[in-house]
């Protein structure tokens, strides 16, 4: 079973950056997309940035372009979300999800998610 660990979160202040990172298991990483996802307290989980197999094709949420950066490295069976220029309203838990089928936007078109990482962006 593939499982998926997400680390770097933290408390940043406003204007600064961080870089969350997300290790696969298994041996298949490199034939599926990924994608990052967010939840705020209180609110729906939301799409955030996702990424094709091969690295060639990325997909960002309008509130996030330009200031986020979705990679990978399929050797090392790892996808990055380097976030910079927080804000507050980026707070929230952070889930990478390896994509199954379909629009990469869709929550639904991903079968297997990892625990979460906090990002508390202060102002």
């Known amino acids: 079973q593939v499982q998926l660990v997400e680390s770097g979160g933290g408390l940043v202040q406003a204007g600064g950056s961080l870089r969350l990172s997300c290790v696969a298991s298994?041996?298949?990483?490199?034939?599926?997309?990924m994608g990052w996802f967010r939840q705020a307290p209180g609110k729906e989980r939301e799409f955030v940035a996702a990424i094709s197999w091969s690295g060639g094709n990325t997909y960002y949420a309008d509130s996030v372009k330009g200031r986020f950066t979705i990679s990978r490295d399929n050797a090392k069976n790892t996808v990055y979300l380097q976030m910079n220029s927080l804000k507050p309203e980026d707070t929230a838990v952070y889930y990478c999800?390896?994509?199954?089928?379909?629009?990469?936007?869709?929550?639904?078109?991903?079968?297997?998610w990892g625990q979460g990482t906090q990002v508390t962006v202060s102002s």
């Open positions: 298994g041996r298949t990483f490199s034939l599926y997309g």
């Open positions: 999800a390896r994509r199954s089928s379909g629009s990469y936007y869709g929550e639904r078109n991903y079968d297997i």
